[in-house]
């Protein structure tokens, strides 16, 4: 049974930078899809970047040249780096793990990134 866990959210002003981890259990991170959604209050979750098993990294329109997806695949970890962080962009950040050939998702209990002055 794998898990995922995210750390790193927290309140940073506009403009401020903030680093998500989303470390992995009983699951290899590079042979799955690993992604990072998003709920802001009142909305639907979103998807906001993914990297796939090859390393490869895929945005939201409104998050690209901002955040970049990373993954160390000695510390099993996936990372979101978040730059120029603006009021839109709060919301409980969810680290999900996708293997789409065997139906196997694992869903994060997320971290909440607040941006505000």
């Known amino acids: 049974q794998g898990q995922v866990a995210e750390s790193g959210g927290g309140l940073v002003q506009p403009g401020g930078s903030l680093t998500l981890s989303c470390a992995a259990s009983g699951i290899i991170v590079s042979s799955y899809v690993m992604e990072w959604y998003r709920q802001a209050p009142g909305k639907q979750r979103e998807l906001v970047a993914a990297i796939f098993s090859g390393g490869k990294p895929d945005y939201q329109d409104s998050v690209k040249g901002r955040f970049t997806i990373s993954r160390d695949n000695v510390k099993n970890t996936v990372y979101l780096r978040m730059n120029s962080l603006k009021p839109e962009d709060t919301g409980v950040y969810y680290c999900?793990?996708?293997?789409?050939?065997?139906?196997?998702?694992?869903w994060g209990q997320g971290t909440q990134v607040t941006v505000s002055s």
């Open positions: 999900h793990a996708m293997d789409y050939s065997r139906s196997i998702y694992y």
